[in-house]
């Protein structure tokens, strides 16, 4: 962890940026302990925009359990220059006994009793709501919980009577003297009106929905901010690429073009990328932060001091209205052995560009960005291409026996050593959506035999060099091809 960090993919006890994260955050959208900005999210988010944190303070919308702002504020403690909305608003509530209050000179007018609105001050007396002292008896099982309504109103049921001497002498009062005594005592509390009431739980819920979908949102991008903290590897990856097809726009086809994309990499499994897509001067496409993607990675040397990359990404189009811009789609696809791209902009001044890309981007120089380790040298360092027809085969549709194929072997650095597609009649009839992994049998450098040994997610392959015939099995589908004795 840096002291300073600039980057948003590392994390820094000071961070500064368009999204940085650290212990303390300042930015356009920041996530830390403390952030400070337009949306920022943390534990105590101030903000200028919209907030959303534990302690939320924003000049506009703050979300979080204690929650200040000047516009608008969500929260179980929120306030607000402008609107607030309490999870669990309070008001007082007067216990039931208040439609009994009776003043307390009718009491001892008529040596009765009655309710009588009270406070209770600092010492436990009981005193009029005009401040006066009342020279109460209070029995001993009201004491504390008088002395737990210190401070506060309550409404309390007060019996005069005349006093009772209890011994003749000087000091016994006399007779008719006038004694009040607490019988019991009922404070005014401060909680949820009417929770019996359907109204009541039908706001609560809504509330509580409300306050969940901002927790839930906020927490999101704090957990996703948080993931990309962990993603120190990172690599800029290119691929060669050529327009075969343009439609409102102005680029020609065969104009040479460039397949961009910069990968972070946790150096596991996980992998965030953003894809830029330039024809010259002309930037067809850009998306920093692309959310469906597929990466696969290979090493591209026996030494494994150079990888290469295929990916498959999508982005829907969509078209543009008053208060959106249109946003271009884009369906790129370098898993075949032959890529591909399309990008649209759909709308009312529509355009399309469809390219052809290099499967394999070019070789980077340095350390993989995910976990393969579990690489192992293939042994051979050419492709292997075998050409024959088919002799055999069931349930193939419109191939038939005769038609010609094409097995291709090609190495590779990964826990498989090598990488086997076949074509028949112009259609992949194994690696379809790219070379299926399988492992080779090599001897003196040569390849042998290549089987998947993936029983249970790919169909049953084996190419048998030297016995010269490729079989392939599924449960309705099966073929089995003669090669020819020519290496291609």
């Given at each position: 962890m840096r002291l300073v960090s600039l980057d948003p993919y590392e994390f820094g006890v000071l961070a500064f940026g368009a999204t940085p994260t650290g212990i303390l955050a300042i930015g356009l959208a920041p996530v830390g302990v403390i952030a400070i900005g337009v949306v920022p999210r943390g534990v105590v988010a101030v903000a200028s925009g919209a907030g959303a944190g534990v302690f939320s303070f924003s000049a506009g919308l703050s979300a979080g359990v204690y929650s200040r702002a000047v516009g608008v504020s969500f929260g179980f403690n929120a306030g607000a220059v402008g609107s607030f909305f309490r999870i669990l608003p309070e008001r007082p509530v007067r216990p039931p006994v208040v439609r009994l209050t009776v003043s307390l000179e009718s009491i001892l007018e008529s040596h009765d009793e009655g309710w009588v609105e009270v406070k209770v001050d600092e010492a436990g007396q009981l005193l009029s709501?005009?401040?006066?002292?009342?020279?109460?008896?209070?029995?001993?099982?009201?004491?504390?919980?008088?002395?737990?309504?210190?401070?506060?109103?309550?409404?309390?049921?007060?019996?005069?009577?005349?006093?009772?001497?209890?011994?003749?002498?000087?000091?016994?009062?006399?007779?008719?003297?006038?004694?009040?005594?607490?019988?019991?005592?009922?404070?005014?509390?401060?909680?949820?009106?009417?929770?019996?009431?359907?109204?009541?739980?039908?706001?609560?819920?809504?509330?509580?929905?409300?306050?969940?979908?901002?927790?839930?949102?906020?927490?999101?991008?704090?957990?996703?901010?948080?993931?990309?903290?962990?993603?120190?590897?990172?690599?800029?990856?290119?691929?060669?690429?050529?327009?075969?097809?343009?439609?409102?726009?102005?680029?020609?086809?065969?104009?040479?073009?460039?397949?961009?994309?910069?990968?972070?990499?946790?150096?596991?499994?996980?992998?965030?990328?953003?894809?830029?897509?330039?024809?010259?001067?002309?930037?067809?496409?850009?998306?920093?932060?692309?959310?469906?993607?597929?990466?696969?990675?290979?090493?591209?040397?026996?030494?494994?001091?150079?990888?290469?990359?295929?990916?498959r990404c999508s982005q829907k189009g969509t078209p543009g209205t008053k208060k959106q811009t249109a946003r271009k789609g884009l369906a790129l696809d370098t898993f075949p052995a032959e890529g591909s791209a399309r990008v649209a902009l759909p709308g009312s001044r529509p355009w399309n560009v469809e390219l052809s890309v290099q499967s394999l981007s070019d070789p980077l120089l340095g350390p993989p960005l995910g976990n393969v380790n579990h690489r192992r040298p293939p042994g051979f360092e050419k492709e292997v291409k075998r050409r024959g027809r088919i002799s055999q085969i069931r349930g193939g549709g419109t191939l038939a026996v005769g038609d010609e194929c094409t097995a291709r072997i090609l190495p590779v650095w990964t826990k498989s050593n090598c990488s086997v597609r076949v074509e028949c009649g112009g259609k992949v009839v194994y690696g379809h959506d790219y070379f299926g992994d399988s492992v080779c049998t090599v001897l003196e450098g040569k390849v042998t035999k290549a089987r998947d040994e993936n029983l249970e997610k790919a169909p049953e392959m084996e190419v048998d060099l030297v016995g010269g015939k490729v079989v392939i099995q599924q449960d309705f589908f099966g073929v089995e091809i003669a090669l020819q004795d020519e290496d291609g």
């Open positions: 709501r005009r401040g006066s002292r009342l020279d109460a008896v209070i029995p001993s099982h009201l004491q504390r919980k008088v002395r737990r309504l210190r401070g506060k109103n309550a409404h309390a049921l007060l019996r005069a009577r005349e006093a009772e001497p209890k011994a003749s002498g000087y000091r016994a009062p006399a007779r008719g003297t006038l004694q009040v005594r607490c019988r019991a005592i009922e404070p005014d509390v401060s909680r949820p009106p009417a929770r019996e009431s359907f109204k009541y739980w039908g706001k609560l819920a809504a509330k509580l929905a409300l306050f969940a979908v901002i927790a839930l949102v906020a927490g999101y991008s704090v957990f996703e901010q948080a993931m990309f903290t962990t993603m120190t590897r990172q690599a800029e990856v290119r691929w060669p690429a050529r327009v075969t097809k343009s439609e409102g726009i102005d680029v020609a086809p065969g104009a040479s073009c460039e397949v961009k994309a910069l990968l972070h990499s946790d150096g596991e499994t996980r992998m965030h990328l953003g894809v830029s897509i330039q024809c010259g001067a002309l930037e067809l496409f850009e998306n920093k932060s692309m959310g469906d993607c597929r990466v696969r990675e290979a090493a591209a040397t026996p030494q494994a001091d150079r990888f290469t990359y295929q990916v």
